[in-house]
T-cell receptor
Framework: GAVVSQHPSWVICKSGTSVKIECRSL??????MFWYRQFPKQSLMLMAT?????????EQGVEKDKFLINHASLTLSTLTVTSAHPEDSSFYIC???????????FGPGTRLTVT | KNQVEQSPQSLIILEGKNCTLQ??????????LRWYKQDTGRGPVSLTI?????NTKSNGRYTATLDADTKQSSLHITASQLSDSASYIC????????????FGTGTRLTVIP
């Protein structure tokens, strides 16, 4: 149980375009989903927290207009990187948590490369 | 300041050998501590989780210890296998909820034949 999937697993896009990454909780309802970014040889850095049906809370230094997060249902959250630039190239990981516990279940990650 | 520090940053061991990874934290108020294994290009996978009252927790060849007084934890891997090559991340949670996780920078373990 507690499986989280991400799609796509990797994506290459051109500078200036937008990319959408999906995060799904497959066998449980996730009241809260989290988006992380991880650069090579570094740990995960929290970008934003989203609760179903409400606006996401962004960490300091994360541009909310650039990284659009939608959490429209209890099993799906999306991260859209708008007007992507090469410096946005990174490994993006989502996690999901249920309301009753504080356990976060991580997705397998999405490798974004902006050329 | 809430921090999680891990050592060593990287480690190379021979297949079949044991190793111990360290995690020191200053996170307070403490809720629980988790060890994750992260393969290259993959998301973290939980190995163990320990609350304040737990001193040790095992998961196969992985054994985690916790000393809440000194705020130290260790992850011991016995009879290492090539598939153990990965980053191991210590994550400490505040009592205030799921979104209060503090990540260590990880230890990169390489097991060589």
């Amino acid at each position: 149980g507690a499986v989280v999937s991400q799609h796509p697993s990797w994506v290459i896009c051109k500078s200036g375009t937008s990319v959408k990454i999906e995060c799904r909780s497959l066998d449980f309802q996730a009241t809260t989903m989290f988006w992380y970014r991880q650069f090579p040889k570094q740990s995960l850095m929290l970008m934003a927290t989203s609760n179903e049906g409400s606006k996401a809370t962004y960490e300091q230094g994360v541009e909310k207009d650039k990284f659009l997060i939608n959490h429209a249902s209890l099993t799906l959250s999306t991260l859209t990187v708008t007007s992507a630039h090469p410096e946005d190239s990174s490994f993006y990981i989502c996690s999901a948590a249920t309301g009753g516990t504080y356990e976060q279940y991580f997705g397998p990650g999405t490798r974004l490369t902006v050329t | 300041k809430n921090q999680v520090e891990q050592s060593p940053q990287s480690l190379i061991i021979l297949e079949g050998k044991n190793c111990t990874l360290q995690c020191n934290y200053t996170v307070s108020p403490f809720s629980n501590l988790r060890w994750y294994k992260q393969d290259t290009g993959r998301g973290p996978v939980s190995l163990t989780i320990m609350t304040f009252s737990e001193n040790t927790k095992s998961n196969g060849r992985y054994t985690a210890t916790l000393d809440a007084d000194t705020k130290q934890s260790s992850l011991h891997i016995t009879a290492s296998q090539l598939s153990d090559s990965a980053s191991y991340i210590c994550v400490v949670t505040l009592q205030t909820g799921a979104n209060n996780l503090f990540f260590g920078t990880g230890t990169r373990l390489t097991v060589i034949p």
